[in-house]
């Protein structure tokens, strides 16, 4: 494909005088299901979706080789559906990652644009939501109150990562306001560490978002991505995995704070109005897989969550139970099949809150079933 592309871009008059020193390589994943929901809105209902796995995306990556170990680098990452080919992200070109920077193989790397926050990069990997290996986007924690499942990406930012140091990998974001005389807000900060030593990998990482629902539209959140509009959100994770053959166990501890909370679950169009005062979510998900054969995996997680919410009608302690399941039956090394299912109960507490898997409509229960099946393609 990269061999391809370069001919192409040489061939709509691009500049090519330096191929030997510079690459470009176009990429993608299209994942197309079926999806069985118990109870949506009151009726069960039957869906072809896009992306119940692993969004579906494609991309540029690619380098300019400057000398001395040093290289300029970039990414471009668009997210679409399969099912109607319309894009995601809020109608982004490039709403996965957008970036430009300078990578050094001795010093580490420092791009600007549109990129993953720290929580995402040392602690989501640990996870099963979206990115463990056979997770799934139906296991988002609720209203994916942490981020692990990408909800928003960080707008105007700037990121540095290390290289590795003998297992050890650390590093930090800022995400400007781009406001003037308003510094802080709509600004966002994470940082965030990761250590690998042979079966064990563990990660930790810190993220503080400021008006994040502001009126100012430039900042580092665009509003369309959060699932909370509040003054403030914190979020403390940690994570660790252990291998064991071929079977692999997790454990994950995230904690959300939200100060002068106004609206929950806005983008689902829950939009739970609060008194402008405060949240916290707790989450304790432990997961495991395990490799059947070669091509055959099974992987699930359990996830509790306890939360407190001060509304109108006073304090209230939701929690939620959920249990995903998912087997991945690998083709070849570009195409596999998915069968997973998720179930998610609560306990409301008088909140007025309702069972809501991820990425579908509100039960109108405390309990919610989704089944799914599909197929991933990689380019």
């Known amino acids: 494909m990269k061999k391809t592309l370069v001919i192409a871009l040489c061939a709509a008059g691009y ?45 540029f990556v690619g380098h300019e080789d400057l000398g001395g170990g040093t290289k300029a680098i970039f990414q471009l990452e668009n997210g679409f559906s399969v099912m109607n080919g319309s894009l995601r992200q809020g109608g982004r070109e490039f709403g996965y990652q957008a970036y430009a920077g300078l990578s050094n193989n001795r010093f580490g790397t420092v791009t600007l644009g549109r990129q ?28 994916d109150n942490d981020n692990l499942n990408n909800s928003f990406r960080v707008n105007n930012s700037v990121k540095f990562t290390s290289t590795s140091y003998e297992g050890l990998r650390f590093g930090t974001l800022y995400g400007f306001s781009n406001e003037a005389g308003g510094f802080d807000d709509n600004r ?58 071929a079977a692999r166990f997790g454990f994950v501890w995230t904690r959300t704070q939200l100060g002068g909370l106004d609206t929950i679950n806005g983008a689902n169009s829950l939009g739970l109005a609060e008194n402008g005062q ?25 996830t509790y969550t306890d939360a407190a919410l001060s509304t109108a009608s006073g304090q209230h302690h939701p929690k939620w139970q ?14 596999d099949l998915y069968l997973q299912a998720s179930y998610q109960h609560i306990d409301s507490d008088g909140s007025g809150l309702t ?25």
């Open 116 to 143: 993953y926050d720290s929580v995402v990069d040392y602690v989501a990997p640990l996870s099963f939501t979206g990115i463990h290996p056979g997770g799934n986007n139906f296991s988002a924690h609720p209203f």
């Open 278 to 302: 405060g949240a916290s979510f707790n989450n304790y998900e432990v997961n495991a897989s395990y490799a059947l054969s070669p091509a055959l995996s099974l992987t699930g997680e359990y």
């Open 322 to 335: 959920e249990v995903s399941v998912q087997t991945d039956y690998i083709l070849s090394k570009r195409t």
């Open 188 to 245: 966002l900060y994470s940082f965030g560490a990761a250590y690998n030593a042979g079966p064990l990998s563990l990660g930790a990482g810190y993220l503080q978002a400021n008006n994040g629902g502001s009126s100012n539209t430039n900042g580092a959140l665009t509003l369309t991505d959060r699932t909370f509009i509040a003054a403030q959100q914190r979020i403390y994770g940690a994570g660790a995995n252990y291998t064991v053959g």
């Open 355 to 379: 069972a809501d898997v991820s990425g579908q409509a509100l039960s109108s229960t405390d309990q919610q079933v989704v089944v799914g099946v599909g197929m991933r393609h990689r380019f």
């Open 15 to 59: 500049a090519c005088g330096v191929q030997a020193q510079s690459s470009v390589t176009l990429y993608g994943v299209i994942d197309a299901g079926l999806s069985y929901t118990s109870n949506a809105k009151g009726h069960a209902a039957w869906q072809a979706g896009s992306g119940d796995v692993t969004g579906s995306h494609w991309g």
